[in-house]
């Protein structure tokens, strides 16, 4: 398996991920009325900014999820499926960069909400 290289992959990782994420029914009332094709392209472009040093992408990710009602159950399994959708497509490096940050990603929004 070859490791995330373009954004390409990362577009392949971000649609095979949000496609797990509408199918959990722990996540699916997260996400429901979010827009996916306006969304899409947004996290393809944050991914790349974080897994290719594209430059650009300057927005806030937790204040623009700081209104969700999330739970630590929520972002746990957001976590896991994050990290066995990367692995079911890719190895390397970057992917584990990927599921670090995705992990980091989660961790800061459970501090920052008193989640823990």
Request: aromatic share 12%; net charge negative; charged share 20%.
């Given at each position: ?27 699916t ?14 996290m ?18 937790f ?29 390397g490096?970057k ?22």
């Amino acid at each position: 398996m070859q490791d995330i290289q373009s954004t390409d992959d990362i577009a392949l990782l971000v649609e095979r991920f949000y496609d797990a994420v509408l199918s959990n029914e722990l996540l699916t009332p997260f996400f429901a009325q979010l827009d996916f094709e306006h969304h899409k392209p947004r996290m393809v472009h944050f991914w790349s900014f974080v897994l290719l040093d594209e430059p650009g992408y300057t927005t806030n990710i937790f204040d623009k999820h700081a209104h969700m009602p999330l739970t630590v159950d929520a972002l746990n399994a957001w976590t896991a499926l994050f990290e066995s959708t990367a692995r079911s497509l890719f190895s390397g490096e970057k992917t584990e960069q990927a599921i670090l940050r995705a992990k980091t990603i989660a961790w800061t929004f459970k501090e920052k909400m008193h989640l823990s």
